[in-house]
């Protein structure tokens, strides 16, 4: 671990309580709470946990923080995957639920201020009442924030049609480890100004700073849908209609993989019996088009409906109705719920070139044979993103810890191997910082820390994370 | 100035002509045609022009004038209009001309490998052959260099819709100033793998290293489009109407404003008389829809006329045919090189959030009108980018000399003071920096400047550009 951060005393406790009062939070169950996210059973909590409201009062939090070399964890609603917001080296919890406004949606220049602990489903509602579309939908949007949806630069589903967070950030406001507050770009659209702070804080997860304002892009939403069930014979099958969809030229706002396995757990864990798996069915994708004219949707509809005529499937569902959509959608979101609630499990957010994707399932099943561990494998096809359960199952302890490393190890090296890279949109957090050496060189590394000390001299900023202990 | 470099001795010149042999120049006259670009009539000429033909060689380059302390600066086509490929400190003129290979087309995958001097037009051309469409498309497409388009994040008529040059790019090779080589991402749609260092190096003018190879997105290539040229009685009417069509829901595959001086002086530089502009007439916009189907494209065209009945427009001209949209967008994509040719000029880059354009219009006439100059506006509408062509005319040199420079900062002052900045797709290079304390604040401007130093400690590579003359 390296690292020896000051113990916070009395003397910074009452420099907090004199700043935020009754939002200092040091009992044991409140920092316990704030102490885990949903990466695996993890749970770091932080010595205290500090809630405040305002830019000014963060910028205070870090100016005392820097001088007395306390870390600080920026923490959102703890629905990541990578442990990015876990306080491992204790300190300050830096809680950002109490700033969830939205400031501002400007409805003639399409854009929304926002506060980073906004839900990003609540945002998207609320821009939905005036026809606009913030795309970024991760699966816990329901409960997730758009602070820790840029940190991470998340994706979801509708990222292969709309992009990710990255691509709908215009303009964030920032504290400073040392507490000074910037603004790294401007309200535009296209921006030829210097370098792109913007997007070097977009995915950064809290090492560089706190996101406190977001300047967000808006487009017009879309007016209609189609949503449609493809169950494959084989997986590799599904993995290659993937790529071939986007030969026709169509790029649908939806192209979800899901193996056999996933979709009949999460169908169990929900108790849902509408829908049977037919019984040689080894994957399905989930496709959606969207757009504005239904014409042109069926048009498309049409189109790859031609195309997997080619491929050997089962029958496919068509949702019938919105509510039919819901449940479709449903499902897809609660994969991970149910894969979690089945058993021991280390999820890996590989993403490769789209074409890759046969290749890298391929090469996980036969790694897994090898290492003898089983794995349920779903994500976002369109994209390359293919999450990856690794199932623990009847594994023995010492086989799960010592031989699983080096099994993820070679997964990541095939995913590299492909032009691909070690997460797609869960970011590197606490849980994947080991393995940085596969995407990236030495120099490489060393140039990302140079950036993290330029910015964060004393490493007071989410320590732990990102790097791997061999950088320092 | 400040810095003195090392001037190129013949040990240096021994070193580089057995690396590249008859690639390197050292006459005058090479010299003087690699030491200006299209910004006014600035010339930097280099002390040697080097003609790399691999990322090996250039990484030698680097490495010989890292240990030696030369400066080195790249230049491509030398279509930039801020200077940033003006030898401004003399040294090493990196030409790039010979690395102009396409390497792969990626239909699979959507992407293309291109080595930096590949002309824009000619990736386009290559890549539409099939089916496929890299969009970003500056001015100079004909002309200009991917590498040019990557260091500057050029931008296009295209942008609006389809995004600008930094929406393109998955993955850069890099040259650093030191002569070591990375790659600085994944060739993937999503990656959430630590620090952004492909949009880092996106738009920071050649500063940070050299871009020596880039894999570029593709997306399916539109099949059809609608151009329609609309002239407005009052230019400010034409702004208005801009953010009104996005209101509609529509996103026009272009939407360009220019003067009714920008298109006359067009018009008349091209010997061109089929277009005759109404009396009255203040202002176009010319408007491109595309997409793959022709009655969806009438749609939104029908819903756009409806709209523009609710201003006062003089009649609707729209292209007719292939050869007739050509000739349209022949006058749009002259009209700096017209401006050019009628007076000595400075040209301003600056943009807003869409919905402000009149209010930044309005402003430049205004301040223009206080300092006694003339401007001639156009530019990316749907973007808010709008080009500011400051006319010199009667202007004497006095005048233009000292009080021009405080015009412009009132320019530049409104343009942040409208959530703008003040470069949208030409970059600071040399021309603005001295303006750069205007967007950003002397903390933000030392973070990049710390940027700067981290990758460039020597402060060698292209160096005059960006930041201003009182950051150290």
New interface residues.
């Given amino acids: 671990m390296g690292r020896n951060y000051k113990t916070i005393e009395e003397s910074d406790l009452h420099f907090f309580k004199a700043l935020l009062g009754e939002r200092l939070h040091a009992d044991e169950e409140t920092c316990r709470h704030y102490g885990h996210d949903e990466t695996e059973d993890l749970s770091f909590p932080p010595q205290v946990v500090l809630k405040p409201e305002t830019t000014e009062e963060i910028s205070q939090i870090m100016r005392h923080c820097f001088r007395e070399d306390i870390p600080v964890t920026p923490i959102g609603a703890r629905t990541g995957l990578s442990g990015g917001a876990l306080s491992v080296y204790g300190g300050v919890g830096l809680a950002l639920d109490r700033m969830n406004r939205i400031i501002k949606i400007?409805?003639?220049?399409?854009?929304v201020w926002v506060e980073p602990g906004v839900i990003t489903q609540v945002l998207q509602e609320e821009v939905a009442n005036k026809?606009l579309y913030y795309a970024p939908d991760p699966a816990s949007r329901g409960s997730c924030f758009i602070g820790g949806n840029l940190a991470?630069?998340?994706?979801g589903p509708h990222?292969?049609k709309y992009g990710?967070t990255?691509?709908f950030v215009l303009n964030l406001e920032v504290v400073?480890p040392n507490g000074?507050v910037?603004?790294?770009?401007?309200?535009?659209?296209?921006?030829?100004?210097?370098?792109?702070?913007t997007?070097?804080m977009?995915?950064?997860?809290g090492t560089?700073g706190i996101i406190t304002k977001a300047v967000l892009k808006l487009?017009?939403?879309p007016q209609r849908s189609v949503l449609m069930l493809v169950p494959f014979f084989k997986a590799s099958e599904a993995c290659k209609a993937v790529?071939d969809i986007?030969?026709l030229?169509?790029?649908p706002s939806a192209l979800e993989f899901m193996e056999r396995d996933a979709i009949q757990w999460t169908l169990d864990f929900m108790g849902e019996s509408t829908i049977q798996l037919g019984e040689d069915v080894d994957a399905h994708l989930l496709i959606e088009l969207d757009g504005?004219?239904e014409?042109?949707i069926m048009?498309d509809c049409e189109r790859i409906m031609n195309l997997l005529d080619t491929f050997k499937t089962d029958e496919i569902l068509f949702a019938e109705s919105e509510a039919q959509k819901d449940q479709l959608w449903q499902i897809r979101r609660k994969v991970g719920e149910a894969v979690k609630a089945n058993s021991i499990y280390k999820e890996e957010?590989t993403?490769?070139?789209?074409?890759?994707l046969p290749e890298l399932l391929a090469g996980v099943k036969e790694i897994g044979s090898r290492y003898g561990f089983k794995s349920v494998c779903y994500g976002?096809a369109g994209?390359?993103?293919l999450h990856i359960n690794i199932i623990k199952g009847d594994l023995s302890d010492e086989i799960w810890n010592n031989d699983l490393p080096l099994a993820i190890r070679e997964i990541f090296q095939l995913t590299?191997d492909l032009?691909?890279?070690?997460?797609?949109?869960?970011?590197?957090g606490w849980v994947q910082k080991n393995y940085?050496d596969i995407?990236?060189?030495q120099?490489?590394l060393e140039?990302?820390k140079?950036?993290?000390d330029?910015?964060d001299p004393k490493g007071i900023m989410n320590p732990g994370k990102?790097f791997p202990d061999t950088i320092k």
């Fill in positions: 400007d409805e003639d220049n399409h854009q026809s991470e630069n998340s994706g990222a292969v990710v990255q691509d400073l000074d910037i603004w790294t770009g401007a309200n535009t659209l296209k921006n030829a100004t210097a370098y792109n702070l997007q070097l977009v995915g950064s997860e560089l487009i017009p939403l790529a986007f030969k030229g169509i790029t504005n004219d014409n042109n048009a957010d993403v490769v070139p789209r074409y890759h976002h994209d390359g993103n590299v032009g691909g890279t070690i997460s797609g949109e869960h970011g590197i940085m995407p990236f060189d120099i490489t140039l990302m140079g950036i993290k330029l910015f990102i």
